[in-house]
């Protein structure tokens, strides 16, 4: 296992669109790997996608479940993830590790079904809400090329801080 190097905005590749994972096999469990190591060398991260390490497949970590009182499903895994439905909507604010200056107020969907592959390609489902909720969808936006920056609210709604956390 070993911590990757994150992208961190400007940088372009963050806009690619990342393809969908047809293989099962022990490169992929390599690459989990390589994000749950990553992911936990930042205390406090919730989510991670494949993309922001320069992998440009559809995968995504996402751990809310240090955050207290909170429903949560622990570390997921997602693999070719898909929203399902969505219902109610909340602005909440959000951090990414490739936006390490900034946090930003954005509306996601408070509560949200839905379908991924684990990490053997069997097809699991989920209904997620929250904070939870929030974190699969912006990490879900990574793999169509978007930030929360492409998400704010308003030009206001953009807040600069000094350490990430
Ligand atoms: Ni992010």
Same mark, same amino acid.
């Given at each position: ?29 390599? &690459? @989990?790997?390589?994000?749950? #190591? ?7 991260? $919730? +989510? ?27 570390? &997921? @895994?997602?693999?070719?993830? #898909? ?7 909340? $602005? +909440? ?73």
């Amino acid at each position: 296992m070993a911590v990757r190097p994150v992208l961190v905005y400007s940088d372009e590749r963050l806009k690619q669109v990342s393809a969908t994972v047809t293989e099962f096999n022990d490169g992929l469990r390599r &690459l @989990i790997a390589d994000m749950e #190591e990553t992911l936990r060398s930042f205390p406090g991260c $919730v +989510g991670l996608a494949a993309p922001q390490l320069n992998h440009f497949q559809r995968i995504v970590i996402v751990d809310v479940s240090a955050r207290p009182d909170i429903p949560h499903h622990g570390c &997921l @895994i997602l693999i070719n993830p #898909e929203v399902v439905e969505k219902a109610g909507e909340a $602005v +909440g604010r959000e951090g990414c590790l490739s936006v390490p200056d900034f946090t930003g107020n954005v509306a996601r969907a408070e509560r949200i079904h839905m379908r991924a592959q684990d990490s053997r390609g069997h097809v699991q489902n989920f209904d997620c809400e929250g904070f939870e909720a929030r974190a699969i969808q912006h990490e879900l936006d990574h793999l169509d090329g978007f930030l929360f920056l492409d998400r704010l609210v308003s030009r206001r709604d953009l807040f600069r801080r000094k350490h990430y956390k």
